[in-house]
C-alpha cells in the first residue's frame, strides 16, 4: 500500500520555457519526478524549441519573458541559438538572435540567472 503524499500548493503559477534537443527530454523527467508529484503547480508553457521560434516568427521568446515580468519566476531550458548551418538544417526563416538574449533585454535589471546542479 502507497502513502498519500500531500502536494505542496505553488501560489504563483511558473513559466516554463521548453527548449530544443536533450534538454526536453531531461526536463520532461525532472518535472515528472520531482516536481509534479510533490508540487500543486501551474505551469505557464512556453515551446522554445528552434521550430516553434521560427514558425512564430520568435514572438513565443517575447510572450514567455512577457509571462516571466507578470508572475516573478520562469524555468528556462537551454535553446539552440542558430548559426547558418543550423538555419540550413532546420529550414529557418532566418537566424533568429538568442532567446537569452531577448528574454535578458525585455526583463532587464529582473533577470537573473542561477546554474543549478543535482547531486
Given at each position: 500500500m502507497t502513502a498519500q503524499i500531500t502536494k505542496i500548493k505553488v501560489?504563483?503559477?511558473?513559466?516554463?520555457?521548453?527548449?530544443?534537443?536533450?534538454?526536453?527530454?531531461?526536463w520532461k523527467l525532472i518535472k515528472d519526478k520531482l516536481i509534479l508529484p510533490f508540487l500543486d503547480i501551474d505551469l505557464d508553457y512556453y515551446d522554445l524549441g528552434i521550430e516553434h521560434r521560427d514558425a512564430t516568427d520568435?514572438?513565443?521568446?517575447?510572450?514567455?519573458?512577457?509571462a516571466?515580468?507578470?508572475y516573478g519566476v520562469a524555468v528556462k531550458?537551454?535553446?539552440i541559438t542558430p548559426d547558418e548551418a543550423r538555419v540550413?538544417?532546420?529550414n529557418l526563416k532566418k537566424m533568429w538572435l538568442s532567446p537569452n538574449?531577448?528574454?535578458?533585454?525585455?526583463?532587464?535589471?529582473?533577470?537573473?540567472?542561477?546554474?543549478?546542479?543535482?547531486?
Open positions: 501560489k504563483t503559477p511558473v513559466v516554463e520555457m521548453d527548449g530544443d534537443e536533450m534538454t526536453r527530454i531531461i520568435d514572438k513565443v521568446t517575447v510572450d514567455s519573458a512577457e516571466t515580468l507578470k531550458c537551454a535553446t540550413k538544417e532546420f538574449g531577448t528574454i535578458r533585454n525585455i526583463l532587464g535589471e529582473t533577470y537573473r540567472y542561477r546554474k543549478t546542479r543535482i547531486r
